[in-house]
């Protein structure tokens, strides 16, 4: 039987005597597993089973949802596939179901390729590009995305990760996400974007770390503290070791997800989605953190995924 994500790629390195190891699928360009000596750092799935809620996939040329699926372009009203049907919303962008063919594919490299071609609210031709690379810190990943079209177009993208600690127990864990802003919201809607300091326990702020076991969060966060260029999160147990996810200056924004009710192998658990975005949720609408390409323009946005403490 063929695997339901398609072709499963694996790419794996050896840094100070341990072995890092990634599984990424075809459709989606999805992180299934990622490994340092076989402790998982991300939640990951069987072969012969589809990602559930998000998990790992690439999110483009949108990220989270669009409001209704509706979305205004020089005064005319864009109509995208309703995929969130209980909110009536377009969510995850468009290539969540879609293949990617493999342009390069090394032993610790790889990269996809994938085009949005013009359909029903999304009159655009963009090529995107995903580059999954293990070096001596962790996984890099690379996303690219360039208007091969004729005329602008919107763009905005990020990724679904759910980080891991092997089988570490939630109540043992510890997340933290460098976020001084949060955005309020309306069935997962941004509104406006207000200080942590001023949220309740719904969308809490993560700076200083949170018991895991805490926390019903479904948020955009804003803010984040860069240091280095980079803002990093991290998920750790009691010992510090753990996943650390980095994002660049072009993911300003994160989702932090934390359902009690992910379907792991062994059983219904608390998980932890730290999802970095270009753009919050219904940027398509609000305009915030969009960026418009010009035909021939490229963007590129840099993140990443390393182990602590192993």
């Not at 029903?120 to 995107?128: H, N």
């Not at 690379?142 to 600690?165: D, I, K």
């Amino acid at each position: 039987m063929r695997p339901p994500t398609g072709q499963q790629f694996t790419i794996s390195r050896t840094v100070d005597g341990s072995e890092l190891r990634a599984t990424i699928t075809e459709v989606a360009a999805t992180l299934r597993e990622l490994t340092i000596d076989g402790v998982d750092l991300v939640e990951p799935f069987p072969e012969h089973a589809r990602p559930a809620k998000g998990q790992g996939i690439v999110l483009a040329p949108w990220g989270g949802r669009v409001a209704g699926g509706d979305w205004q372009l020089d005064g005319a009203t864009q109509r995208l596939p309703i995929t969130e049907r209980d909110k009536g919303n377009a969510s995850h962008g468009l290539l969540r179901f879609a293949p990617y063919r493999v342009l390069e594919h090394s032993a610790s490299r790889l990269v996809l390729q994938a085009t949005i071609h013009p359909q029903g609210g999304w009159p655009f031709l963009v090529d995107t590009a995903v580059t999954y690379e293990l070096t001596d810190d962790g996984l890099l990943v690379t996303q690219e995305a360039t208007n091969v079209g004729t005329e602008r177009a919107p763009w905005a993208c990020g990724a679904h990760p759910y980080l891991a600690v092997g089988d570490t127990a939630p109540e043992r864990l510890t997340l933290t996400v460098p976020a001084a802003r949060v955005f309020n919201a309306v069935d997962l809607i941004p509104t406006e974007e207000t200080l942590v300091d001023a949220m309740d326990a719904s969308a809490p702020d993560l700076r200083a770390g949170r018991s895991l076991t805490e926390l019903d969060v479904d948020h955009n966060y804003a803010g984040l503290e860069f240091v280095g260029g980079v803002a990093t999160s991290s998920l750790l147990d009691g010992t510090g070791r753990g996943a650390e996810l980095w994002q660049d200056a072009a993911f300003p924004y994160v989702v932090v997800f934390t359902p009690r009710d992910f379907p792991a192998a062994s059983g219904p658990k608390q998980a932890a989605a730290v999802e970095p975005m270009s753009a919050p949720a219904n940027a398509l609408n609000s305009g915030q953190g969009l960026v418009w390409l010009e035909p021939g323009e490229s963007w590129r946005g840099h993140w990443g995924i390393s182990p602590v403490g192993f």
